[in-house]
């Protein structure tokens, strides 16, 4: 599995950091399977979510038009954003890691002052020789 490749070979070459949305995300669904997620995050250093979070997480949703069950998605965005992070590592290509959505994540960023990350799945994100 691509995710596990990555997480084993090739996080060391990164700093990694987390977030309360993550620890949301993470805990949902089995409970087993929620625990040894939140186990694996459990050392990672976590960014704390400020007020320009918020409001950037607001403008991205609307950018993008997401649902109400997928604002979530503009969330991990605008907290890498804020941050300063260079990317965002995600599994979702429905609304994070999309060629067509960048220019508009790109665009709600620059708008608030702030560099949008490279939305990168674990594939793009490794060094293939």
């Known amino acids: 599995m691509i995710t596990r490749e990555w997480w084993n070979k090739h996080r060391s070459s990164f700093d990694l950091y987390a977030s309360d949305f993550v620890i949301d995300e993470a805990s949902r669904g089995d409970a087993t399977a929620a625990?040894?997620?939140?186990k694996v995050l459990a050392d990672i250093p976590m960014l704390p979510v400020i007020p320009p979070v918020i409001e950037l997480a607001?403008?991205?949703a609307t950018a993008l038009a997401l649902p109400p069950r997928a604002r979530l998605?503009?969330?991990h965005v605008a907290i890498a954003a804020v941050h300063g992070m260079a990317f965002l590592l995600t599994w979702n290509c429905r609304h994070l890691a999309n060629g067509v959505l960048a220019a508009k994540i790109e665009r709600a960023c620059a708008e608030a002052g702030f560099t949008a990350p490279r939305i990168l799945t674990p594939e793009l994100l490794m060094e293939i020789p």
Do not use: P, Q
Not at 35 to 38: G, I, Q
């Open 35 to 38: 625990a040894a997620r939140l």
């Open 58 to 60: 607001e403008g991205v």
């Open 73 to 75: 998605d503009a969330a």
